[in-house]
Every structure is written in structure tokens, then in C-alpha cells.
Nanobody, 127 residues
């Protein structure tokens, strides 16, 4: 079955950086777009970033453009989220997700388009 395992979360001071990784297994990684979402305490899960199956196109939440970068290595079946200039409001559990449909099917922004999810990794940004 499809498995997504996130890593790289932790505690960082405001202004610092973290790189999250998500290792995928169980199907042809390179055929599916990938996304990152996050959920802060008491809030709904929200879209962070997504990347097309080939890696040629990326999408970001407007509020995060310029600070976060999504990338993928199809040879390693891994997607990354580089987070720079972190702020306390970035504190959340970060989840990676794999699109349910292959290639360019569906929206990149809606959670319902993602068929598989990781367990999440906690990111805490102290002020």
C-alpha cells in the first residue's frame, strides 16, 4: 500500500530554517503530484504547497510565497519542503500528501484531491 513518511520537523527559533522530507513508497512516485498541508492547533488544515508529477510546476499558498520552496527527487521517491524565515505563526503539524489521480488530474489546492497522507511532522517556531 502507499506509505508517506515525513521527517525533518522540530523546534526552531523565529527567522530560522527547516527542511521537511517526505519519503513515498507503494506506487510509482513520479506519476503523481505531491502536496504539503499544515494544521495549527485549533485551526483547519490548510494548503501550503504542491508540485506537479514532473517537478516542472509548483504552487504555493499566497502568504507563503518567497519563504517556502517545494521540490522533489523522483529518483529518491521523496518530496521536500524548504522553509526559511520561519515565524511563530508557522507552528503546525505539517503533512505531505499524494494526489489520488495520476499526472495533471484535479486541483492541486484541495485536500479532497489527495488520496494518501502521511502521519505529519511537528514544526514549532519559538519567538
Amino acid at each position: 500500500q502507499v506509505q508517506l513518511v515525513e521527517s525533518g520537523g522540530g523546534l526552531v527559533q523565529a527567522g530560522g530554517s527547516l527542511r521537511l522530507s517526505c519519503a513515498a513508497s507503494g506506487r510509482t512516485f513520479s506519476s503523481y503530484a505531491m502536496g504539503w498541508f499544515r494544521q495549527a492547533p485549533g485551526k483547519e488544515r490548510e494548503f501550503v504547497a504542491a508540485i506537479s508529477w514532473s517537478g516542472s510546476t509548483t504552487y504555493y499558498a499566497d502568504s507563503l510565497k518567497g519563504r517556502f520552496t517545494i521540490s522533489r527527487d523522483n529518483a529518491k521517491n521523496t518530496v521536500y519542503l524548504q522553509m526559511n524565515s520561519l515565524k511563530p505563526e508557522d507552528t503546525a503539524v505539517y503533512y505531505c500528501a499524494s494526489k489520488g489521480g495520476a499526472y495533471n488530474s484535479g486541483s492541486y489546492f484541495r485536500m479532497g484531491e489527495y488520496g494518501y497522507w502521511g502521519q505529519g511532522t511537528q514544526v514549532t517556531v519559538s519567538s
